[in-house]
């Protein structure tokens, strides 16, 4: 399994283009299921889980492994399914998401596929808002036509761990609060889990927060606001966007409003569990004005102010 991943470092030119790749995997034996190959450090065969006590029921031990000890999730019981029972074929998928690691039970991984976010659809309205999903897509694989379902991580992890949307004493500029009632911040994220922990911190300031579910969604109604006579820059005190999505990543989405003379001054915050300097460097590359990784409130709270800050001045 180790050649599989071998080369995760070189698949970084495919963000920003638009493209990801998936690490296809099962949990039972008839449903294949995903992760981006960006999250994922390594896949091991299991080795030897230490009991935690007073733990989740979700987790299902500890396992030590280069040194660190990781927290392994029951991918299966974490999504609504009966656990996953350790056979020759379960493996542990050990992941980085919101600067921390963890690894997940699975069954039988079976093979990385390379595809655009434009192949990737959200879930269906129907499946209800309690999903597992953040998206869906079909491919032909072993000779047939199957359904792939993408797990929302920040979902699984978020009734995990306890994510505290609090800030911090001395984070917030008490000069700067009566400024924000009114102010509006558009959300763009897949997961809604994700845009539920951004909201939370926001709100109780007074800002008035607008979701978008993928850039797609995002852009279609900054052009729409553009085509009112609207000046998006004005109109948003900032996007804060994730960087994978469905239909459309944050880079391209990005990518886009920059390109666009009518929208090219919003300020852009990229908001992601990627991190690492190729984030920085594709901040860069695209133009965003910032990049956090999540979930961090004390930060979030930091680009607003900063933000808004530089409103002031620039109108003073």
Not at 43 to 48: A, L, Y
Not at 296 to 309: A, I, Y
Request: glycine share 6%; with cysteine.
């Amino acid at each position: 399994m180790a050649n599989v991943l071998a080369s995760v470092d070189q698949r970084t030119k495919l963000v920003g283009e638009n493209r990801l790749e998936l690490l296809l995997f099962r949990i039972n034996s008839t449903q294949l299921f995903a992760i981006n190959v960006f999250k994922v450090k390594e896949v091991v065969k299991v080795p030897r889980l230490s009991l935690l006590p007073e733990s989740h029921p979700n987790i299902c031990g500890v396992a030590k492994i280069r040194n660190m000890s990781i927290p392994v999730i029951n991918l299966r019981a974490a999504i609504g399914f009966s656990p996953m029972p350790e056979s020759e074929e379960t493996n542990l998928i050990i992941t980085e998401y919101n600067q921390s690691v963890q690894g997940f039970l699975v069954g039988k991984v079976e093979h990385i596929v390379n595809m655009t976010w434009g192949d990737i659809m959200p879930p269906p309205k129907a499946v209800g808002r309690n999903t597992y999903l953040t998206a869906i897509t079909r491919m032909e694989y072993q000779g047939l036509s199957q359904l792939v379902s993408i797990i929302d991580v920040e979902k699984v992890l978020a009734e995990i761990i306890s994510y505290d949307v609090c800030v911090s004493d001395g984070v917030l500029d008490h000069e700067l609060v009566p400024h924000m009632p009114g102010r509006k911040i558009l959300i763009v994220d897949d997961s809604a889990t994700a845009r539920r922990q951004v909201a939370d911190t926001l709100r109780p300031l007074g800002l008035e927060i607008i979701e978008a579910c993928d850039g797609l969604q995002a852009l279609t109604l900054l052009q729409q606001w553009r085509d009112q006579g609207k000046s998006v820059a004005d109109e948003l005190l900032m996007m804060i966007t994730d960087a994978e999505m469905p239909e459309m990543d944050g880079y391209k989405l990005t990518h886009e409003v920059r390109c666009d003379k009518d929208m090219k001054d919003l300020y852009i915050t990229l908001n992601t569990s990627l991190s690492g300097s190729f984030n920085h460097a594709m901040v860069e590359k695209v133009g965003c004005n910032r990049f956090i990784a999540k979930f961090q409130p004390d930060l979030l709270v930091g680009v607003v102010q900063e933000r808004l800050q530089g409103l002031l001045d620039a109108a003073a």
